[in-house]
């Protein structure tokens, strides 16, 4: 199937060719057509899927089709800053032949006065994280009473960062005659409570992402004895001549300035990137990215959704994340567009049990390297259970003692019922010298 045969706008289309793009992939060939029929959608997609356009082609058909308001008809809330500059940039690529195409982004970091700016003179999209989009409604800066088409993206992210409040609050500003498309990894649990409540006999699409289709990333495990352990390193891994652009994930904000830092004072050229930074700061370290500027970019996992930087040949978990969803989709920021890709994770010795989570919930074994001469002394925690059939508690092969029961049907016995008992009351009564208190005695 072609583009073509989606029945999309003609501009839309048009712009859909320019970019490049001819066949569908298979989660825009299912969600664009039931978006453009007007139902509320329910899609599961894995991230790299092309989950943007099978939105925001739809979108950008009706605001086709209709007069422009001059408020808000389209609304997509996301979780992060560069997952919202990600969408943004789409509605640029897929609107450019669309006329009077208006669009904002609202996030934290911009000014405020410059998006209220904006909002009055008139915008047809509006692009949000949840905080942000509340602080405006809270201001009357924008009106919502117009939205035809509501669109969570990531909804599952959204919601284990805190937004649930900020997200019904939010949807209660817009008509119950919205079309609600809700996109997410998994629509099970908190998520699936959440799409029950603001949709309306929604379709239900799960697209599991063929072997052809996964991307070519070689993952490795390296064990490390201590902070200045992974810092050898990760200077080793980065002076590989292999490297074409790195990013490097770590736990904390103050981590990933340290680390840059430090980068930067052996001759890389390295920046950091995380929450603290002002929007325009971030713009211009990612826009530096792109360009190739910087060659390594160390982030906390703000980066972890929405960065799409096609040179980036190597990520490198310095810190292993606390949930095996993330660590999927740390390692997607490379091997895109058909390149192949190369993930490395550092790992304490007492870490056996999150590279176990995330071998679970990825499927597969990492597999374990060393670099020569740099091999960890301590030895790591098992990353398996005990096996299959074994108990907890079961006595030793070499353990001598009797079991509980010693014949069979006999009464299990953990004392001896012929040692006469002595209650609290019959205990003789402590005798204390004189000279001496109580509790000395």
Known sequence: MNFSELGLNPQVLKAVEAAGYTQPTPVQEQSIPAALAGGDLLVSSQTGSGKTASFMLPCLHKLASGASARQPRVLVLTPTRELAAQVTRAADTYGKFLRQLRYISIVGGTPMHLETRLLRVGVDVVVATPGRLLDHLNRRSIDLSKIEMLVLDEAD??????????????I???????????????????????????????KRIQIAPSRAEQPKITQKLMYTDSKSHKSRLLDNLLRDAAVQQALVFTSTKRAADEISTALRIEGFSAQALHGDMNQSARNRTLQSMRQGRIKILVATDVAARGLDVSGISHVINFDLPRQAEDYVHRI????????????????????????????????????????????????????YAAPKGARSGAPRS?????????????????????KPKVGFGKRPA??????????QN
Not at 359 to 383: N, S
């Open 398 to 418: 070499n353990d001598k003692r009797p079991p509980y029961n010693a014949a069979p049907g006999a009464p299990r016995k953990f004392s001896n019922p012929d």
């Open 332 to 383: 997607g920021r490379t091997g895109r567009a058909g390149r192949e890709g190369i993930a490395i994770s550092f790992a304490s010795h007492d870490e056996g049990r999150l590279v176990r989570d995330i071998e679970r919930y990825t499927t597969q074994q990492i597999e374990v390297g060393v670099i020569a001469g740099m091999e960890p002394k301590l030895k790591a925690t098992p990353r």
């Open 172 to 202: 209660k500003g817009t008509p119950d005659t919205r079309q609600t498309l809700l996109f997410s990894a998994t629509l099970e649990g908190i998520v699936g409570n959440l799409a029950q409540r603001v949709t309306r006999d929604a």
């Open 430 to 439: 402590r005798e204390f010298s004189a000279d001496r208190r109580p509790w």
């Open 157 to 170: 992210r959204m919601l284990d960062m805190g937004f649930i409040e900020d997200i019904e609050t939010i």
